[in-house]
């Protein structure tokens, strides 16, 4: 499954778009300007690479960084479990975007989870890994604070499989 980044591209502008033009607004709202919006990390210089030698299941990797091998879960997604319908489909839409592929990793807050995995989002060049598995209905968004920065992103991808029901979304397995 190849989908286009153009559609979660265009979802990505508009939404910063968007904060861009309400960010210009204060003055209607001097009382209470709102939040200032969230920095979205994207893969930049100084992030870590490296290969993918091994695809776990749909949101789980490891990833060989140097001569060490780390397992990376990804943040703010999640994916059907083994015994859950639509394992083996999220699975293998994971497999095809980043199977053998030299991934950037881009941490948010946390750096490892309760079982020692690196927690990042990830790029294939510019395409984003985590995006592309809610965009095509293989994760739902997950909520996992500190880890936020994307969540409303994740959660407008997963709002619009929901609609197209694509992917998981007709088994039923997510919410």
């Not at 290969?51 to 397992?71: A, K, S």
């Not at 199977?99 to 881009?106: M, R, Y």
Request: net charge negative.
């Amino acid at each position: 499954m190849k989908r286009s980044w153009s559609k979660i591209g265009a979802l990505a502008l508009a939404w910063g778009l968007a904060l861009v033009v309400l960010g210009g607004c204060t003055e209607w709202f001097e009382d209470d300007p709102g939040p200032e919006p969230t920095a979205i990390p994207s893969p930049v210089a100084g992030d870590e690479t490296g290969r993918v030698t091994r695809v776990i299941d749909g949101d789980t990797i490891d990833v060989r960084i140097g001569t060490e091998i780390y397992r990376v879960r990804y943040v703010g997604v999640n994916t059907p479990e083994r015994d859950e319908p639509c394992y083996d489909d999220a699975t293998a839409a994971n497999a095809a975007l980043v199977d053998d592929q030299v991934v950037t990793l881009v941490r948010d807050v946390s750096n490892t989870d309760r079982y020692g995995r690196l927690l990042r989002y990830v790029y294939v060049g510019e395409v984003f890994v985590n995006a592309e598995l809610v965009a095509g209905g293989f994760a739902e968004a997950g909520y996992y604070p500190p880890d936020t920065a994307f969540t409303q992103l994740f959660e407008d991808l997963e709002a619009a499989a929901r609609r197209d029901q694509i992917g998981c979304h007709p088994t039923g397995v997510f919410r």
